[in-house]
């Protein structure tokens, strides 16, 4: 039976005002080690952030993107949940 340690990666827009609010992402992953920030991006660029995670061992099994009500159809964040067996 394999025993598994899950994290997550969550990137959220970060601006605030504007028609650019939804161009700057943060990426921070959390883990049982605590909260890690792995930088900001002009634009959703994940593939790097994924082949990180994957390079330290981590599945990436599941992805949820978040759009709020009543607003314009733009993404404001993305969660990728992970998952690696202990040894």
């Known amino acids: 039976m394999t025993t598994w340690e899950y994290a997550r990666l969550e990137y959220r827009a970060t601006g605030d005002f504007g ?4 161009m700057d ?3 921070t992953f ?8 792995w930088g ?3 634009r959703h660029d994940d593939i790097g952030h994924l082949n990180r ?3 330290q061992g981590w599945q990436c099994y599941d992805r949820t993107a ?3 009500p009543n607003e ?3 993404l404001q964040a993305v969660t990728y949940s992970f998952r690696r ?3």
Not at 19 to 22: G, I, P, V
Not at 30 to 37: D, F, P, T
């Open 72 to 74: 314009p159809h733009r």
């Open 30 to 37: 959390y883990s049982a080690e605590g909260k890690v920030a």
């Open 40 to 42: 900001i991006d002009d």
């Open 19 to 22: 028609t650019d609010r939804f």
């Open 25 to 27: 992402w943060r990426a």
């Open 66 to 68: 978040a759009f709020y």
């Open 85 to 87: 067996p202990i040894e």
């Open 53 to 55: 995670a994957g390079a």
